[in-house]
C-alpha cells in the first residue's frame, strides 16, 4: 500500500504556479519526503526531497509543516512541458512504494 | 549532470527465453535498484542490492529472477525463464554516496529511463 494519499489529477494553464498537495499521516521519524516526475515510456526523475520546513531548488519548492503529515509541491510559473504524472513518496531507505501519483495537465 | 542508462532500450523475447537487461548506474552510486511498470499500472519494486548481495526484494522477484554486479560499472537483472506477464518497462535506479550530508540510504534514488521488455 502506497503511504501517501495525493490528487489523482489536477488541471493548470501556462505561467501559473501549481501547489500538488500529498497526505502522509503514518509518516515515521526516518522518512524523508521525495517527489518525482516521470513523463510517458520514461523512468521517474528525481524532482526534490525534505525532511521538514521549506526547501528550494531551481524547479521547484517542497513545503512540510511541523508536524509533517502533509506536504506541497510547489511549481512555478508552468509550461506546456511540465505535463506529467508527479508522485509524492516517502524515503527511508531501501524501496520506495509508488502510488497512482498526480497526473497533472498543463493547458494554453 | 551523471545519469543512469540502461540498455537496450526496447528487448523483444520469446516466451520461455532468458533475458538480461543491463544498467550503468551513476558511478559513485553504492545502492542499485530494480522496478517495474506494467503498462498503465503503477512503478513496482523488484530488488534492492547493496555491497554486492541484495538487500531487500519483493513478492514479484521470485527464483525466476537475479541481479548481479558482474564489474565496477555493470548492474544487470536476468529473467531466467519469461512469461508474458513479465512485459512491462523496467527501471534500474541508484542511489546514495559518503559525501552528500543525508544518512547514505536516505539518499534519492535516480533512474534510468527504462527497457521496455515485450514477451512474445
Known amino acids: 500500500l502506497a503511504k501517501t494519499t495525493q490528487p489523482i489529477s489536477m488541471d493548470s494553464y501556462e505561467g501559473q504556479e501549481v501547489n500538488i498537495t500529498c497526505s502522509h499521516n503514518?509518516?515515521?521519524?526516518?522518512?524523508?519526503i521525495t517527489w518525482y516526475q516521470q513523463f510517458p515510456s520514461q523512468g521517474p526523475r528525481f524532482i526534490i526531497q525534505?525532511?521538514?520546513t521549506k526547501v528550494t531548488n531551481e524547479v521547484a519548492s517542497l513545503f512540510i509543516p511541523a508536524d509533517r503529515k502533509s506536504s506541497t509541491l510547489s511549481l512555478p510559473r508552468v509550461s506546456l512541458s511540465d505535463t506529467a504524472v508527479y508522485y509524492c513518496?516517502?524515503?527511508?531507505?531501501?524501496?520506495?512504494?509508488f502510488g497512482q501519483g498526480t497526473e497533472l495537465s498543463v493547458k494554453p | 549532470e551523471p545519469e543512469v542508462t540502461q540498455t537496450p532500450s526496447h528487448q523483444v523475447t520469446q516466451m520461455g527465453q532468458e533475458v538480461i537487461l543491463r544498467c550503468v548506474p551513476i558511478?559513485?552510486?553504492?545502492?542499485f535498484y530494480w522496478y517495474r511498470q506494467i503498462l498503465g499500472q503503477k512503478v513496482e519494486f523488484l530488488v534492492s542490492?547493496?555491497?554486492?548481495?541484495?538487500?531487500?526484494k519483493s513478492e514479484i522477484f521470485d527464483d525466476q529472477f537475479s541481479v548481479e554486479r558482474p564489474d565496477g560499472s555493470n548492474f544487470t537483472l536476468k529473467i531466467r525463464s519469461t512469461k508474458l506477464e513479465d512485459s512491462a518497462m523496467y527501471f534500474c535506479?541508484?542511489?546514495?554516496?559518503?559525501?552528500?550530508?543525508?544518512?547514505?540510504?536516505?539518499?534519492?534514488?535516480?533512474f534510468g529511463d527504462g527497457t521496455r521488455l515485450s514477451i512474445l
Open positions: 535506479a541508484s542511489s546514495g554516496t559518503l559525501r552528500q550530508g543525508a544518512k547514505l540510504d536516505n539518499q534519492p534514488q535516480h
Open positions: 503514518n509518516i515515521a521519524t526516518n522518512d524523508y
Open positions: 525534505g525532511y521538514k
Open positions: 513518496l516517502l524515503n527511508q531507505g531501501g524501496k520506495l512504494i
Open positions: 558511478s559513485n552510486h553504492l545502492y
Open positions: 542490492f547493496y555491497n554486492n548481495e541484495i538487500s531487500e
